[in-house]
């Protein structure tokens, strides 16, 4: 029998039809025509008409208060960017091979948050084409080809970055030049140890590539750690590790698609937090607030070999359209202060997660950086082993009190909390009795 992929909270249609008879009915539609790769998630999939903030509505009119989406990212259809949309749509769309006022103008405003020397940014569609664009430019700069990534990274869809994904599943297989290293879990390793494990995991990597006559192109990982568990802390555990990549040759591609945006509530970026410059950053789905627009930054030195070596065009890779979204959510961000808002409602969450972690032995560790939060479910204390059941019936139990979470981890076993960024404390309220009501319902 073939093995099928791990597909945490996926909605299963061989226990049979949904109560509703109007979603069952756009359920059977949905599978008739977009194949069976396509998943929904939840028990009873959820049917949604509009959104607003940090609020999504069904066909109903029932709301859902979303802690999930981190796509819209200065929340749904802001009327900033719809605006922006809309103005730049009924003016000019076009690629990038003419001069364009706009697209320059968002280059300089998004590189003016990066530190030096990252100063160049290359446009793309999709955070999997800036991974996949970040590997050739690695390979090009290095001359490796090998590729570091922990056990259960998450990069994207096309061949090559697939291959690099772990978490797609066995039956996705990794490239031979690839090689996974454990995952650097504080809580079960410990907040003094994770950093030298992690370290000495990846040069066990390094040394098992040069064994196959291959040297390392790149590491690559989200610094939230966010398909692993959302593994945090401590700040700066992760310098070891990319130290033996670059005395290996290779280059760290900082991937900034879950973490970036100003989530984290610290800086920007996920990288600031550890204090480490990347070689390479790789942006994607929040860039535009769901308009598809994503990127790689850095040094121009970095770029130069793949630059004077490959003829390298994305037709609608920073069209004008979505760099005008783009740039309107870099504005939202800071005119409406919403990393410092980050900050302070993430801290907020937490400190109520951590009261009820405190009365309930099923969650092991709550942590995370602004808001971007993991709740890690244990099935006993003592031995940390991840309870997986528990997490997915939270998830499903909260979608029917109308939130709307999902879970992470190899086994699934951490909630994996990343709302859009106007959260405030009030829904962080409503959240935290709505999850406490879930805990005892379960």
Known sequence: MREQPLMVNAFDPARGPVADAEVQSLITRRARVLGPSYKLFYDDPVWF???????????????????????????????????????????????????????????????????????????????????????????????NRGIIVTSNGYHGLTAAVAAASPSLGRGVMLGDHVRTVPAPDAYRVGRDQVGPKFEADVRAAIDDLARHGIAPAAIIFDTIFSSDGVLSDPPGFIAGAVAAVREAGGLYIADEVQPGFARTGDAMWGFQRHGVVPDLATLGKPMGNGIPIAGVVSAPETLRSFADTARYFNTFGGNH????????????????????????????????LSKLAAQDERIGEVRGAGLFIGVDFVRDKKTREPGPDTALAVVNRLRQLRVLIAAAGPRGHALKIRPPLPFTTGDADEFLDLMGRALRDV
């Open 49 to 143: 008409v509009r959104g607003e903030g940090v609020r999504l509505y069904d066909q109903a009119g029932n709301a859902y208060l979303d802690a999930y989406n981190n796509v819209p990212v200065v929340g749904h259809c802001h009327p900033r960017v719809v605006e922006a949309v809309a103005r730049q749509a009924s003016t000019l769309n076009t690629h990038t091979r003419y001069l364009s006022d706009v697209v320059v103008s968002y280059a300089e405003r998004l590189l003016a948050t990066f530190p030096a020397p990252l100063s160049n940014v290359m446009f793309t569609c999709t955070g999997s084409e800036s991974n996949d664009l970040a590997f050739r430019i690695a390979n090009a700069y290095t001359g």
């Open 321 to 352: 359209v979505s760099c005008a979204a783009a740039l309107a959510v870099l504005e939202v961000i800071e005119e409406e202060q919403l990393m410092a808002n980050a900050q302070r409602v993430g801290r907020y969450l937490r400190d109520g």
